[in-house]
């Protein structure tokens, strides 16, 4: 194979290393799994193997609805696993049955219980549900939503679950068909701790995304301390200079009836977004870390003119949510890290902006069912900008409690949708370099804001693998999915960089170094993720250093996306 030009010295000798060990993956992918950017679904998708008997043809009958979890005879090597199954939208409440038997004996001893509560029936998105446990069984009441994650463990062997449905009036059900799982020896824990309790260790105070405000002078002071913080952050500062001569963006007229964007105009639309989601975010960080006035009087002019814009007119979801998105997300991160600088009016009409397009945004994810049907692309990535925008608003606004309450047992549960415990990713490569940053980002968010590791699955353990096997980073071409978005290769180097640094794994740190470009990516993509190489830095002492695959094995299998092997 002929080695590209771009890799020389370090680069041609890892290539010469991979290839030795024969290492040149191609994925063979069945037709299900083209990404949804094509609209499929990866293989735990088929509901057929959940044996849940919900009565609803409707749900059975469609291939895009999320299939109930654990499937019949899994063996979930997460303790407790994720508990998700399809429910008509208009039910209110359910009930989660856990036995050791099939007839669930100890459970309906617990439902007579729970029957005189007042608790049956949930309050709320962020009340916690009522937890009994009884002989070898757990029953949990009053769940919102058709998914959990417990805050307790089971004991290692065989299990059964099934749910039940809670009517307006209290009205219960009669179950769905029992399903069998296997809790494996030595499973990696992952209890969720209530929701109230998470969000009670969100900050009162400004910063709270990415770091909390005991820990600013920290941040501030490693461009002092730290020569790799210190040329980084130069090169972050010098960009952030050029941003401040970027106009402020126009509010895009509506299209006339009938007639759309057209692509020409859509696009053009597309790319001035992206921009002033690059302005908001590098000249909010920078006064974060310098109190320059300079940047957080411009990021402020950029925020104040959004807000005059209307929020249900061209700039909203429906019309064009590539619009819509960096004001939410990029508004919601300059207005944390600008927060000192602004008055009070000036607070006041920055909140009602970000939460009316919070409102928005919550409501649309109502409307598409995206818990019963999560294979939406775009959708998936507002997953992300939610949960860091309820982060911000938090105790500013009402909605933002009901916004984390929503999309915080998404994300410890099934989400992402792409792909299961070995790594996979069904949407593909190249969207994975946008939408993959975007979930270490939330998940980053959440574990300074809450203290709460979402990374402690599997998934995004062996995420990294994905990269190495079906995408070798000398591929011309990328195997499958929507391959169009050259301009965001730089976040395979921040995303594997990364990911090697939270599982200190070798091999991912080694794919980081060989991708473009040399240094962590600061204004090279497209995605406003330039200042997020800051925060993730990390050149200590006990730093990983990177390993040629070398000696691992030839081939892997992600068996919910397909299978790689090599010729």
């Not at 290393?17 to 299900?32: D, P, R, Y």
């Not at 979930?76 to 209110?92: C, E, G, L, M, S």
């Not at 928005?360 to 925008?389: L, T, W």
Request: hydrophobic share 35%; aromatic share 14%.
């Amino acid at each position: 194979m002929k080695i590209n030009s771009l890799y020389t010295g370090k680069g041609a000798a890892y290539l010469k290393a991979f290839k030795e060990a024969g290492i040149m993956a191609f994925c063979l992918l069945a037709t299900v799994i083209l990404s949804v950017s094509c609209n499929t679904t990866p293989s735990k998708n088929n509901l057929a193997d959940g044996h849940v008997g919900i009565n609803n043809p409707h749900l059975e009958n469609d291939p895009l609805v999320l299939s109930p979890s654990p499937i019949h005879g899994d063996t979930v090597k997460t303790n407790p696993p994720a508990f998700f199954w399809p429910a008509d939208r208009n039910i209110k409440g359910f009930i989660l049955e856990i036995s050791r038997g099939n007839g669930f004996d100890g459970c309906k001893e617990l439902l007579k219980k729970v029957k005189n509560t007042k608790v049956i029936a949930p309050y709320s998105l962020t009340n916690p549900p009522h937890i009994l446990q009884g002989r070898g069984s757990w029953l949990v009441a009053g769940l919102p939503l058709p998914l959990y994650r417990p805050q307790f463990t089971l004991d290692e062997g065989v299990w059964f679950w099934r749910w039940r449905a809670v009517g307006g009036e209290g009205a219960v059900s009669e179950p769905s068909d029992p399903v069998k799982f296997i809790v494996a020896p030595n499973c990696k824990e992952y209890t969720v701790p209530p929701l109230k309790k998470l969000f009670a260790n969100i900050p009162d105070a400004h910063p709270r995304l990415f770091v909390r405000p005991e820990g600013l002078d920290s941040l501030q002071g490693l461009i002092q301390t730290s020569k790799p913080h210190q040329e980084l952050f130069a090169r972050i500062k010098q960009y952030a200079d050029t941003l401040l001569l970027v106009p402020i963006n126009k509010e895009p007229p509506l299209p006339k009836p009938g007639q759309g964007y057209g692509y020409p105009r859509w696009r053009d639309y597309y790319e001035q977004a992206r921009k002033s989601g690059q302005v908001l975010d590098f000249l909010s960080f920078c006064y974060l870390m310098t109190n320059e006035e300079k940047y957080a009087g411009r990021a402020k002019e950029w925020l104040l003119s959004f807000a005059k814009w209307e929020v249900d007119g061209s700039s909203s979801l429906s019309v064009n949510d590539e619009v819509a998105m960096p004001i939410l997300l990029n508004g919601a991160r300059a207005y944390d890290w600008i927060y000192g600088s602004l008055d009070d009016d000036e607070k006041e009409i920055i909140q009602e902006m970000l939460t009316k397009r919070g409102e928005q945004a919550y409501k649309r994810f109502q409307e598409v069912d995206f818990i019963n049907k999560p294979y939406n692309s775009h959708f998936v990535r507002m997953v992300n900008y939610m949960g860091q925008v309820g982060v911000v608003m938090f105790g500013e606004t009402q909605e933002a409690e009901k916004w984390l309450g929503y999309f915080m047992p998404i994300i410890t549960t099934f989400y992402p949708p792409w792909g299961g415990e070995d790594g996979g990713y069904s949407e593909g490569p190249s969207y994975w370099m946008m939408y993959f940053n975007y979930m270490l980002q939330s998940a980053f968010c959440i574990e300074k804001a809450m203290g709460f590791d979402v990374l402690k699955n599997f998934f995004y353990e062996n995420n990294g693998w994905f990269k190495i096997y079906a995408y070798p980073y000398y591929g011309a071409m990328r195997p499958f999915a929507d391959t169009g978005i050259g301009s965001y290769w730089p976040a395979d180097k921040l995303n594997l960089y990364r990911l090697a640094t939270i599982f200190h794994n070798p091999y991912y740190r080694w794919r980081a170094e060989v991708s473009p470009p040399e240094k962590l990516p600061v204004s090279e993509t497209k995605i406003p993720t330039g200042v997020m190489s800051f925060f993730w830095l990390d050149e200590s002492e006990t730093t990983v250093k990177p390993k040629p695959p070398v000696d691992i094995p030839k081939a892997k299998l992600f068996e919910d996306v397909g299978a790689c092997r090599f010729p």
